[in-house]
């Protein structure tokens, strides 16, 4: 097994955005590309991520093999390509070589986790009534503003409108988008929909706005949210995110 890309940012965030959600993790190399789908110590987040095969100019992978690694040795590796570098993963009995290549070639030596299968929330069940597509940087300004407020933020989503508001004990923040609006992209709503989340998780996945054209928002009435990154059809970052009920 062996696969190229030149294009290391698409690698790097990937698992720089799942690095911020679990520790450890077990990457698929499958015939379509490497996925990855995890849950977080708490429950609460479930990340899932596809970078496809068209993000790799090499993509030798005759049967489908798992590769537990740890997040963050893994990342510190990833991190030592440059924009301009080529990064190879290939893997060579029970050793994963990590090869960055431009004038030189760089080895490293990645060391593989026994890891076992952690159950998963059913996520591929969710039925959500609600679908938002918005540039990404909507979603960011959005964060970034709550953040300075409290430690949660609503997404109230109707026929012909969609809203991000947060609420604390002195400030509060809303951004409206209708549409027609340049930052709103495409709105589904099958009834109205209005659901809170945790901050923390949202501030984490933004990572995956570096490299994303679109974000998709897909949620229900007080059910979980699902947010998608995608980047010209080569990689998919998505997390699942449970909702924060008011008692």
Same mark, same amino acid.
């Given at each position: 097994m ?13 698992? +720089? ?7 450890? !993790?077990? *990457?698929?190399f !499958?015939?379509? !590309?490497?996925s990855?789908?995890?849950a977080?110590r708490a429950m ?11 993000? *790799? ?5 005759e049967?489908?093999r798992e590769? !537990?690694?740890?997040m963050?040795?893994?990342l510190s590796?990833?991190k030592?390509?440059r924009?301009?570098d080529?990064?190879s993963?290939?893997?060579i ?7 960055? $290549? ?16 952690e ?7 969710l ?9 990404p940087?909507?979603?960011e300004? +959005? ?6 407020i ?5 997404? $109230?989503?109707? #026929?012909?409108?969609? #809203? ?6 002195v ?12 930052g709103?992209?495409?709105?589904q709503?099958?009834?109205?929909? &209005?659901?809170k ?9 933004? #990572?995956a +706005? &570096?490299?994303?054209d679109?974000?998709?928002?897909k949620?229900?009435?007080d059910y ?5 990154? #995608?980047?010209?059809g &080569? +990689? ?7 909702p924060r009920?008011?008692e």
């Amino acid at each position: 097994m062996k696969v190229t890309t030149a294009e290391p940012e698409v690698l790097i965030t990937s698992v +720089a955005t799942a690095a911020e959600i679990i520790d450890e !993790g077990i *990457f698929k190399f !499958g015939k379509n !590309g490497i996925s990855l789908t995890a849950a977080d110590r708490a429950m609460v987040a479930v990340i899932d991520l596809l970078i496809s095969r068209e993000a *790799f100019e090499e993509y030798e992978v005759e049967e489908e093999r798992e590769v !537990g690694l740890n997040m963050t040795n893994f990342l510190s590796l990833l991190k030592r390509a440059r924009g301009s570098d080529k990064i190879s993963l290939e893997l060579i009995e029970n050793r994963l070589l990590l090869m960055i $290549h431009n004038t030189t070639r760089r080895r490293f030596t990645v060391p593989l986790l026994q890891l076992s299968r952690e159950e998963i929330p059913p996520i591929e069940q969710l039925e959500f009534k609600a679908s938002v597509t918005l540039k990404p940087e909507i979603l960011e300004d +959005a964060i970034k503003d709550a953040s300075v407020i409290t430690d949660a933020v609503t997404f $109230h989503a109707t #026929k012909d409108c969609f #809203k991000i508001s947060a609420e604390g004990d002195v400030s509060q923040t809303e951004i409206e988008l209708r549409e027609g609006d340049e930052g709103l992209l495409d709105l589904q709503v099958q009834e109205d929909s &209005k659901a809170k989340y945790p901050l923390d998780y949202l501030e984490k996945i933004l #990572k995956a +706005a &570096k490299i994303s054209d679109e974000v998709v928002l897909k949620f229900a009435q007080d059910y979980p949210a699902r947010i998608d990154f #995608k980047y010209e059809g &080569k +990689a998919r970052i998505s997390m699942i995110l449970a909702p924060r009920v008011s008692e």
